[in-house]
């Protein structure tokens, strides 16, 4: 059974998506996704919600900084918990967003794999809930891979693209966020990003630092876009009327 119908997003960030100035799209994004908060959190895909909203999944090694980029889209200290030690939280994690109390998006957090710490069986149990989840969660729109470009996608990684390719194939939108890009320099960035788009086979790439503050509007606004596609010919249209001679 889903869950009952939500009321429509609220026209606020309706209205700046299909503006013309990006800034605007940006600003708006991250209005939006500043009222993230705590849905659910469940130890096994059967426990979630089946939610009849937009969710984008978050995604990535356990050293990624998944849970730091999380934080600072939301701007927010701790909608994501930051283990001191990666790979201790074992749960899918849902964050519904939408402004006026009035959720029209999930976030939901995954469990980071690959920690060399946790137990084999845990992993293999990790990876077959990861695997159900990103197979078959039929309200999901968009995967966020999180990587450290100073490692590159490893074969995990590339594991998991692997998983959602037939999604992808059929429309379902990823990006690879290459996280603690402030510890790159400006050739190690274009470098990183050229391989990076190479590994990901149609998924859009962009670097990412928390610190920084690189690729937050825009990856803000991207998931925007993602889980508004109803507002994409408005601006489109929009901005076909600006751009005709008066």
């Not at 999901?140 to 990587?147: F, I, K, N, T």
């Amino acid at each position: 059974m889903t869950a009952p119908s939500r009321k429509p997003a609220p026209s606020y960030p309706r209205k700046a998506a299909a503006d013309g100035a990006p800034v605007e799209r940006m600003r708006a994004a991250r209005g939006w996704l500043h009222t993230a908060h705590f849905l659910t959190s469940a130890p096994q895909l059967e426990h979630l919600p089946p939610l009849g909203l937009p969710e984008i999944a978050f995604v990535g090694r356990s050293n990624a900084g998944k849970s730091t980029a999380i934080n600072t889209l939301t701007q927010q200290t701790r909608l994501a918990f930051a283990s001191k030690t990666p790979g201790r939280t074992q749960h899918i994690n849902l964050f519904g967003v939408g402004r006026q109390k009035v959720d029209d998006a999930v976030l939901a957090d995954l469990p980071g794999y690959g920690y060399a710490a946790v137990p084999r069986e845990a992993k293999l149990r990790w990876q077959r809930v990861m695997g159900n989840y990103l197979m078959t969660r039929e309200n999901l729109c968009g995967v966020v891979l999180l990587c450290d470009p100073r490692h590159g996608l490893t074969e995990l990684d590339e594991i998991l693209l692997e998983v959602i390719r037939p999604r992808v194939e059929q429309g379902l939108r990823f990006l690879v966020l290459l996280t603690k890009a402030d510890k790159l320099s400006r050739a190690e960035g274009t470098k990183a990003l050229s391989i990076a788009r190479l590994q990901a086979g149609g998924g859009e790439v962009k670097l990412f630092s928390a610190l920084k503050q690189q690729g937050v509007d825009e990856t803000a606004e991207l998931l925007w876009r993602w889980t508004h596609p109803q507002d994409e010919p408005a601006a489109a249209e929009s901005k076909e009327e600006g751009d005709s001679p008066s």
